[in-house]
C-alpha cells in the first residue's frame, strides 16, 4: 500500500486530525487563539503526571514510601495519647483484603499502670458505627426482593405513621411548576415522603430523637409512632442534611419486624455478623464481654457507665473490636471472601447521596455516612461517640483503603486524627499503585489481532504481541512521526474479555503532552477499551473501535503503508 502525500494533503490531514477528535486514538485539543503562554507549557510539562487517581493493583512489600507513611501514622496515634483524658487507642489500615498495619496505644484501664496493655482484640463501645448495621440489613432485604425500592415511603411499611411537615406544605407552589407532569399532590409525595433510604441517610427530617425521651428510652416502636403523630418533621424530606438517632432506630425495628420478621439484633447477628466472623461484635455488654473491655473515661479521668440504650440500641448500642472491624472493612471493600452485599449494592450503598449546608458536619452525606473529600478523593467515613469511647470508620474506595480509629476516652478536640492520617495514606499510597508493575493480561490467541490498521487512511496502527502474548498498539505516520516523542507513540492492550482489551500505561505519563501547538491528552487514553470486530474467515479481526475516544471503524489493512511525499 502506497500513501502519496503532498504539501497541501499533509496540511490538509493534520488540521483534521486534529478537529476531528473522533477520528483516531490520540485526542487534541486545539490552543486558544492567543499565543501560548510559554512559561505556562514549561510548567505544565514539569507539574501534571498521571495517572492522577491511579488504580489499585497488588503491592508487593515492603514499600518505603508506605513504611515512611506508616510510621508518622504510629507517632499520630501514639503522641495522641494521654493518660487521663485518652487513655487508649486502636487502630487498623486495611488495603483491599490484607492488613496494612495496626497499632495499639496505651492500656486496658489507664488509672492502673498494671493494666495489660490492648491489642487488636480489646473490645471498644463503637457508638454510632452501629448505624452502619441498619443500613446493611435495608440493601440486604432489598437486595434480596424482600423491600420493594429504598425509595419506599416508612408509611408502607407501619400503619398509622403521620407527622406533621408544615415545611413541605410550603413548597406546594413550586412543587406545581417543577413536578414534571406529576400533579401538585404526587409531587408533595415524591419530594417530602419519609423513605427508608432518607431514614438511613440523615435526609428524613425526622427529630434527633423522640420528645420527651433520652437515649435510655425503654419504650417500644408502637409507642414511637404513637408519639410522631404529633411531633413535627424539622426539615422536609430529602432537602437537608439532619442528624437523627431516632431515623435509624425507627428504620431498624421496622425494617426488621415487618420484613424480615425478626428481632433485629438476632437479624444482625445471624446475616451480618456470624457470615463475617465478627465473634466478637454484639450488643449486649456481658460480664465476659466487660472484662475484656478498654475502659473509657470522660475528659475528666472519671470512668463512664456502661448503659444500655434500649429502644435506641439501634443508633449506639453496639461493641466491637479493631480485627472484627478491619473484617467489615474488607467487605464494604468488595474484598472479603464472604461477601454480604454484591458489588452493584456495594456501589450503591457506598455513593454520596445529598450536598449539606455548611452548618453541618460534613460536606456530603450517604447511606449512612458522613462525606468529605480530601486530596481529590471521596472520604465515606462513619464516625460515633457515646459516653467514654469515640469510633470512626472510613474509607477510600477508590484506593480500595480502609482505616478504623476506637479510642477508649475523648478524642482530641483540636485535630481530625482521621484526617491527619489519610493525608499521609493517600499520598504514599498513590506514589506505591504508580511505582508497582502493571499487571498485564494476555490474550489466549494473538495471531487474529496483530497486523495493520488504519482510520481512513489518516491515522495508523501496528498491533503486535510480546513473547507472553500480551498485545502492543504503535501509532506511525508522517505526522506521528514528527510530532509525537517515540515513549508516547506505543501503549499495551491488556486483555479483558472476548475481543475486549484495556488501555495500560506501564510508566508514569505526563497528563497532557504538548505536540507543536496542540495539548495531547495522554490522560484521557488511560484506560479506555478497544473492542475489536468479530473474526472473519481468516480468523482475523477486521477492525475495532474505542467507543470512549468515541472512535470507530478503525480498520485491517494488508501491510504497512509507504508515505512519499
Request: with cysteine; net charge neutral.
Amino acid at each position: 500500500m502506497k500513501v502519496e502525500w503532498t504539501n497541501l494533503g499533509m496540511v490538509f490531514f493534520l488540521l483534521l486530525s486534529f478537529v476531528m477528535t473522533g477520528c483516531f486514538i490520540w485526542q487534541y485539543r486545539l490552543p486558544k487563539a492567543k499565543p501560548v503562554d510559554k512559561s505556562y507549557a514549561k510548567e505544565g510539562k514539569e507539574e501534571k503526571m498521571c495517572p492522577r487517581f491511579p488504580e489499585p493493583v497488588p503491592l508487593e512489600h515492603p514499600i518505603p514510601v508506605l513504611i515512611e507513611a506508616l510510621d508518622k501514622v504510629d507517632a499520630l496515634l501514639r503522641t495522641s495519647i494521654d493518660a487521663t483524658k485518652l487513655p487508649a487507642i486502636s487502630a487498623i489500615v486495611v488495603f483491599n483484603d490484607s492488613v496494612l498495619w495496626n497499632g495499639n496505644f496505651g492500656r486496658r484501664n489507664g488509672s492502673d499502670p498494671t493494666s495489660p496493655p490492648i491489642n487488636e482484640y480489646t473490645i471498644y463501645r463503637i457508638a454510632s458505627l452501629s448505624k452502619i448495621f441498619p443500613t446493611l440489613m435495608l440493601y440486604k432485604l432489598w437486595e434480596d426482593g424482600k423491600v420493594g425500592s429504598l425509595d419506599d415511603p416508612l408509611g408502607k411499611y407501619v400503619k398509622n405513621f403521620t407527622i406533621k411537615n408544615p415545611l413541605g406544605g410550603r413548597r406546594n407552589h413550586d412543587l406545581k411548576s417543577t413536578s414534571d407532569g406529576m400533579s401538585s399532590r404526587e409531587a408533595e409525595v415524591h419530594i417530602s415522603s419519609v423513605t427508608l433510604r432518607r431514614m438511613a441517610s440523615q435526609l428524613s427530617g425526622l427529630p434527633r430523637r423522640l420528645r420527651a425521651t433520652t437515649l435510655l428510652w425503654k419504650g417500644n416502636t408502637q409507642a414511637a409512632v404513637d408519639l410522631l403523630q404529633d411531633d413535627v418533621l424539622v426539615a422536609d424530606p430529602g432537602t437537608k442534611c439532619h442528624y437523627s438517632n431516632l431515623a435509624f432506630s425507627l428504620l431498624a425495628h421496622i425494617v426488621a419486624k415487618k420484613v424480615a420478621d425478626m428481632d433485629y439484633q438476632q437479624w444482625v447477628s445471624e446475616n451480618i455478623l456470624q457470615p463475617l466472623g465478627m465473634e466478637d461484635t454484639g450488643f449486649e455488654i456481658t460480664s465476659q464481654i466487660e472484662k475484656r473491655m478498654a475502659i473509657g473515661v470522660y475528659s475528666s479521668g472519671y470512668p463512664a457507665p456502661l448503659y444500655d440504650l434500649g429502644w435506641y440500641s439501634p443508633s449506639g448500642q453496639m461493641f466491637s473490636t479493631p480485627a472484627d472491624l478491619a473484617k467489615l472493612v474488607m467487605m464494604l471493600l468488595g474484598a472479603y471472601y464472604h461477601p454480604v452485599l454484591q458489588p452493584d449494592t456495594l456501589k450503591t450503598m457506598l455513593t454520596p447521596l445529598f450536598r449539606c449546608e455548611n452548618s453541618y458536619f460534613a460536606e456530603q452525606t450517604g447511606t449512612p455516612w458522613e462525606v468529605n473529600e480530601q486530596l481529590g478523593y471521596d472520604i465515606i467515613r462513619k464516625d460515633g461517640d457515646l459516653d467514654g469511647y469515640s469510633a470512626s470508620i472510613s474509607l477510600v474506595p477508590r484506593l480500595k483503603l480502609g482505616l478504623v480509629i476506637l479510642m477508649a476516652g475523648t478524642k482530641p478536640e483540636d485535630e481530625d486524627l482521621v484526617a491527619k492520617v489519610y493525608s499521609s495514606l493517600i499520598l504514599a499510597m498513590e506514589s506505591a499503585f504508580r511505582d508497582a508493575p502493571r499487571v498485564l493480561i494476555p490474550t489466549p490467541d494473538p495471531v487474529p489481532y496483530i497486523g495493520y490498521f488504519t482510520y481512513s487512511n489518516i491515522t495508523f496502527y501496528e498491533i503486535k504481541a510480546d513473547a507472553d502474548g500480551v498485545l502492543s498498539l504503535e501509532q506511525f505516520g508522517p505526522q506521528v512521526d514528527t510530532m509525537v516523542p517515540m515513549k508516547y507513540r506505543s501503549l499495551k492492550l491488556s486483555y479483558l474479555q472476548d475481543r475486549v482489551f484495556r488501555v495500560v500505561f506501564e510508566k508514569e505519563y505526563p497528563c497532557q503532552l504538548k505536540v507543536n501547538a496542540a495539548w495531547v491528552s495522554l490522560e484521557s487514553q488511560d484506560g479506555q477499551l478497544f473492542n475489536f470486530y468479530i473474526f472473519n474467515k481468516k480468523g482475523l479481526s477486521p477492525g475495532f473501535d474505542v467507543p470512549g475516544l468515541n472512535t470507530y471503524n478503525v480498520t485491517r489493512i494488508p501491510h504497512k503503508p509507504i508515505f512519499s511525499g
